[in-house]
């Protein structure tokens, strides 16, 4: 009872104090300003910083600054035809993809190392957002909106999943399927071992390694469908190329892959 009157209280004397207020100050555009003022002095101590070049972000500018945004090394793979697409070349002889597509070019020590850090090793999966908004957006506007039935995100083993916290290739699929209006699924595929980091193995280490890790968990949601499998980075292909081979083999009437980044082979 006490609580509940001393609550009354205080809203009418906090309504009071505003209603007491210079005009000014009701204004709704004098609302925001403080709001704004507020968010460039919160910016001052903790300054938001490109995910990319770690410069401070400018008011306007989301998650990736604007000259980031224009240096970043985009490889237009989606524009080009599939015979001069040096990534589809990788795959002839492997699997048959319907499109072989990569966003950026996986420099070391550059914007994309660090973006693809952030998003991997830091929780920022507002770099895989970011990025797959932006990449389905050109992808639609390049007239591929239409061609994907469903997203399917790389998948993390269990273990792993539980460790990181999320899957880095997730935001990528989520930022994908709503620039392109397609769905998106973390469990249409399922990692069934726990496999040695790939990053000192050879070709054929990697691909002995993957091959028979992934199974589909529901034949009936793949098969018919073109599905567009994406992961953060491609290095050799092994572990896409094995993705690939489970959902044709589980029915798919067509396989394509994106990745934020690829490596150019040695
Ligand atoms: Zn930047």
């Known amino acids: 009872m ?4 001393g609550q009354t209280a205080v809203r009418r004397y906090l309504q009071a ?4 207020l210079p005009d000014t100050y009701a ?18 101590i903790f300054p938001r910083v490109c995910l990319a070049c770690e410069e401070a972000l400018r008011r306007g500018e989301q998650h990736i600054c604007t000259n980031c945004r224009v240096e970043l090394p985009y490889t237009g793979y989606h524009t080009l035809a599939p015979a001069q697409n040096p990534l589809a070349r990788r795959f002839w002889g492997k699997v048959p993809l319907r499109y072989t597509l990569s966003y ?3 420099l070391r020590r550059g914007r994309v190392q660090h973006l693809l850090h952030q998003l991997k090793y830091k929780g920022q999966q507002e770099v895989g957002q970011v990025l797959g908004q932006w990449y389905g957006a050109e992808l639609a506007a390049q007239g ?16 792993k999943l539980a460790q990181r916290g999320y899957n880095q290739a997730d935001s990528f699929a989520e930022g994908l399927a709503s620039a392109l ?17 790939q990053t000192q193995k050879n070709r054929v280490e990697r691909w002995q390694n993957v091959a028979n890790v992934f199974e589909v968990t529901e034949s009936s949601a793949i098969a018919g469908k073109r599905i567009l499998v994406v992961d953060d980075v491609l290095t050799t292909g092994a572990t896409l ?10 029915g798919a009437q067509e396989v394509s892959i994106a990745t934020i980044a690829s490596a150019e082979l040695a």
């Open 2 to 5: 006490i609580q509940r009157f």
């Open 241 to 250: 190329e094995a993705c690939a081979a489970v959902l044709l083999a589980a």
């Open 17 to 20: 104090a505003v209603f007491s």
């Open 104 to 106: 950026l070019k996986f």
């Open 181 to 197: 209006s397609a769905p998106w699924s973390a469990h249409a595929l399922r990692r069934t071992a726990h496999t040695k980091s």
């Open 144 to 159: 591929f909106a239409a061609e994907f039935d469903l997203i399917v995100p790389v998948p993390l083993h269990p273990r």
């Open 27 to 44: 204004q709704p555009n004098r609302f925001v300003n403080i709001q704004t003022a507020f968010a460039d002095f919160v910016s001052l």
